[in-house]
């Protein structure tokens, strides 16, 4: 498997995506499958060596200019991503990243300021809504896992028929919620729509998510909550 991990001016949450999946190459290449590591790819090379996964990070892209994700939307690198995206090539965006991929188009809605107006950062707990997906294939439908959050425009809203598209199309990836799995306002660090923490694109191929699962992928971080969506993705595309 090959990875390509897009670094914007402002991107800090790059190296920890290599080294989440690095660490599932190397777990999967102990299982007698491919090891490696991801290649960084710099905002403005507009294009890059064939991967089999394309990850936007988290971090403040052009510093949050305009709107978060706004400019690195325009970036010469997106061009290609949107292409490949349209050629099926999965594409994963952790916060920052889920914004740029609004902002682009390779997702609907869009991630606006949190509803308390304040930046967050603190550990949520998501609850999974589909193990359908290359993302989230290691995960059981309705569990609940800790994973930490860090943003302040991370409320995201749709409009309602969307929402109902996305609802039917088994679209939306995670929901906030309370540690049984309930849906309520407490469990919501940033107001979002229906409790949404992340979507997919119409053929799942896509997926936008603000909490940050790159955080929680091993033992010294104080968790493994997110480590099966990096071995997911491993494994699959192998």
Known sequence: MKAAVIVFPGSNCDRDVQVALAQAMARHAQKGGGGGTPTMVWH??????AVDLIVLPGGFSYGDYLRCGAMA??????????????KGVPVLGICNGFQILTEAGLLPGALVRNANLKF???DVTLRIETSQSLFTARYEAG???RVPVAHHDGNYIAADEDFERMEERGQIAFRYC???????TAANPNGSARNVA?????T??????????????????GGTD?????????????
């Open 44 to 49: 403005k090379d507009s294009d890059f060596e």
């Open 226 to 238: 997110g480590r099966p969506l990096f071995d997911g993705l491993v494994e699959a595309l192998s």
């Open 198 to 202: 992340g979507v997919f694109n119409e």
């Open 143 to 145: 569990a609940k896992i």
């Open 73 to 86: 939307a325009q970036s010469p690198v997106m061009k290609e991503v949107m292409r490949r995206a349209g």
């Open 204 to 221: 799942k191929t896509v997926l936008g998510l603000m909490p940050h699962p790159e955080r929680l992928a091993e033992d010294a971080l």
């Open 178 to 184: 309370a540690p049984d799995g309930t849906l309520t």
């Open 120 to 122: 967050v950062c603190r």
